[in-house]
């Protein structure tokens, strides 16, 4: 019995698992942004609810990349000979062929990634990110370059990772003054 096998066994377990990592990584992604960008507290209701928004519309898209990635094999590779054929080699390697969905999500990927460079997070808990981060990476990279397709479980499981990294970035950048993980340094 392998581990896929294991955990879609005691799935409950498993979806409390995942919810619960995602719901941290969400947390500590919130005590970030709260603590680097203060006068957010000012305006929190309607800061954690725009956050709210882009992290849904992140997570659908990227769930919807997840359950349909685009595949590409050694037969769609050539040598590029114009300046045209590299561009489309290089928007099909990175995957941002695929529509209005993948250029929002590339959108608020990019805003991740600013507000973690200069959000003010724990170094553990930066490698916490940074390790759960690369897994994901590594799953969807497979399912770009291999033929691995998940299955419906696998869809599940990170569905409800995306949704616990929102609802975690919500609870936590929803608070008015007090802030929760203010202890944890």
């Known amino acids: 019995m392998n581990l896929l096998d294991l955990a879609e066994q005691y799935y409950l377990i498993t979806f409390g698992i995942v919810i619960g990592i995602g719901l941290l990584h969400g947390a500590i992604l919130g005590r970030g942004i709260r603590s680097r960008f203060p006068s957010f507290k000012k305006h929190a209701r309607i800061v954690s609810s725009i956050l709210l928004v882009l992290f849904l519309v992140n997570a659908i898209s990227s769930i919807l990349k997840f359950a349909e990635p685009s595949k590409v094999t050694l037969s769609t590779l050539v040598i590029p000979t114009s300046p045209e054929e590299i561009f489309s080699l290089v928007i099909n390697l990175l995957g941002i062929d695929a529509g209005l969905w993948t250029v929002i999500g590339t959108f608020i990927t990019v805003i991740l990634i600013i507000f973690l ?57 929803r608070r008015k003054e007090s802030d929760v993980l203010s202890e944890i340094k």
Do not use: E
Request: aromatic share 20%; with cysteine; charged share 10%.
């Open 117 to 173: 460079k200069f959000a003010d997070i724990h170094q553990i808990a930066r490698y916490f990110i940074f390790t759960i981060s690369c897994i994901v990476l590594i799953v969807a990279l497979l399912g770009k370059f291999t033929d691995f397709i998940p299955s419906s479980f696998q869809i599940m499981l990170y569905a409800f990772y995306q949704v616990g990294i929102t609802i975690g970035i919500f609870l936590i950048t």
